[in-house]
T-cell receptor
Framework: DQQVKQNSPSLSVQEGRISILNCDYT??????FLWYKKYPAEGPTFLIS?????DKNEDGRFTVFLNKSAKHLSLHIVPSQPGDSAVYFC?????????????FGQGTILTVHP | DVKVTQSSRYLVKRTGEKVFLECVQD?????MFWYRQDPGLGLRLIYF???????EKGDIPEGYSVSREKKERFSLILESASTNQTSMYLC?????????????FGSGTQLSVL
């Protein structure tokens, strides 16, 4: 039972354009959401997060939007750069005493073409 | 910078062998995790530990055990390796409190069981 789903296995965009990566979740107990980026031969690295009390969080070129009623979040990258080409994982936490235990989606491979 | 070091980048083992995967972190983090990454399935939590000698099962603990005798070291043990345990194994750590969802990952161990 996949509680966090990324339904697009891959996304291809042109340099300078917007990249939008989507994520859906089913567990109503999730209250904190994160995006991680993974390059080949490296471990995932934290990118940006959002608490369920917010609907938007920005960090430079990266913005995460949360729609709690739809149980949906998205990551916007503007403008996209070739160095953004990586696998992006959405993750969720139930907070409380979860000890940082995260549930991850399947990942979306982003390719940004020069 | 937080460093999470996994002892091997690649491992090849035979079916039935006992396999040890070692992970060391240098930031005095309380929480440590073992995930496996498989294509189309994303990252799935095997076990985690929130203190020395404490361990909790994740989503897919069958066939695995863990050991945490020292705060900085978290070992994953495959008691009798099987071909379906061929995977990329990722260790991660996080601190306590409000940042415990921000995981720091090692580079991964690609395990092949023949």
């Amino acid at each position: 039972d996949q509680q966090v789903k990324q339904n697009s296995p891959s996304l291809s965009v042109q340099e300078g354009r917007i990249s939008i990566l989507n994520c859906d979740y089913t567990n109503s107990m999730f209250d904190y959401f994160l995006w991680y980026k993974k390059y080949p031969a490296e471990g995932p690295t934290f990118l940006i997060s959002i608490s369920s009390i917010k609907d938007k969080n920005e960090d430079g070129r990266f913005t995460v939007f949360l729609n709690k009623s739809a149980k949906h979040l998205s990551l916007h990258i503007v403008p996209s750069q070739p160095g953004d080409s990586a696998v992006y994982f959405c993750a969720a936490s139930a907070g409380g005493t979860s000890y940082g235990k995260l549930t991850f989606g399947q990942g979306t491979i982003l390719t940004v073409h020069p | 910078d937080v460093k999470v070091t996994q002892s091997s980048r690649y491992l090849v083992k035979r079916t039935g062998e006992k396999v040890f995967l070692e992970c060391v972190q240098d930031m005095d983090h309380e929480n440590m995790f073992w995930y496996r990454q498989d294509p189309g399935l994303g990252l799935r939590l095997i076990y985690f530990s929130y203190d020395v000698k404490m361990k909790e099962k994740g989503d897919i603990p069958e066939g695995y055990s863990v050991s945490r005798e020292k705060k900085e070291r978290f070992s994953l043990i495959l008691e009798s390796a099987s071909t379906n345990q061929t995977s990329m194994y990722l260790c991660a750590s996080s601190g306590s409190g409000t940042t415990n969802e921000k995981l720091f990952f090692g580079s991964g161990t690609q395990l092949s069981v023949l």
